[in-house]
């Protein structure tokens, strides 16, 4: 029995040792700081087209000041419309841009609309075949949780995108919530890591026939708080 109980601490020890040595993923963070609370959220290094765009446009304050225009109960909340900054009340907002588009980075499976998601935003299949992204505009997703039988659904549908949804897929959109209609359709490019009751806050609030909340929901400021050692390269590198 002692000699057992030896090995056992000894496998714990071993097993602490290899994890503590294990070197952790750093993700590039940005905080965005709005008039409901703070979100942080995490930007993924599959996505770096989007990742450097995001960091960029982040740390020379193009966020600061505009709004989430577009917030959907149940869906998702959309902002980084220039033009949304300082807008007149009922304005109708969305269309602002950079002045370019980024080509997409659809990275499924691993990357995919379930609640928290942070994605980018892009004009209609029938004006933007090739699913470029907007320069600026971003969305959050909240959606909705799904049984198993309805998640079928959505199955079949990425299935008929030349997707497959894994079963960690399925499980997260059964016990955490999404959008999965938009899978294989929209980039995302990273995640809610805190600030998730805010998200749920902002897509509560009461909004106009455009979908705009009727009292401003503002991006008071964008700070990048963390760089990953593929975002320090690449911005070494320009």
């Known amino acids: 029995m002692k000699y057992r ?9 071993c097993m602490s040792f290899s994890l503590q040595g294990k070197k952790r993923e750093k993700r590039s963070v940005v905080r965005i700081e709005t008039s409901e609370g703070i979100i942080r959220v995490a930007l993924s290094d599959d996505t770096p087209v989007h990742r450097d765009n995001f960091l960029k446009l982040s740390s020379e304050g193009f966020y600061d000041g505009t709004l989430f225009h577009r917030c959907i109960q149940d869906f998702m909340i959309q902002g980084g419309d220039p033009d949304s900054r300082g807008a007149a009340p009922g304005a109708v907002l969305g269309e602002g841009d ?12 691993y990357l995919y609309h379930v609640r ?8 209609p299949d029938d004006v933007n075949p090739e699913k470029r992204s907007s320069g600026c505009q971003f969305y959050i997703v909240w959606g909705k949780k799904f049984s198993d039988t309805s998640i079928r659904e959505k199955r079949e549908l990425l299935r008929s995108r030349g997707y497959e949804m894994t079963g960690k897929m399925v499980d997260d959109y059964i016990m955490k919530g999404g959008t999965p209609h938009l899978d ?17 806050a902002i897509q509560l609030a ?3 026939a455009n979908d705009r909340p009727r009292e401003d929901i503002v991006i008071q400021h964008m700070e990048v708080e963390q760089l990953s ?3 320090q390269k690449s911005r070494q590198a320009k």
């Open 98 to 109: 950079t002045g370019y588009t980024l080509l997409p980075e659809i990275q499924l499976p």
């Open 229 to 231: 050692e593929a975002a």
């Open 206 to 208: 009461p909004t106009d």
């Open 116 to 123: 928290g998601a942070l994605a980018a935003a892009r004009d």
């Open 184 to 200: 294989g359709e929209y980039t995302v490019f990273g995640e809610v890591i805190e600030g998730l009751k805010v998200v749920r």
């Open 5 to 13: 109980v030896i090995i056992l601490l000894v496998s714990i020890f």
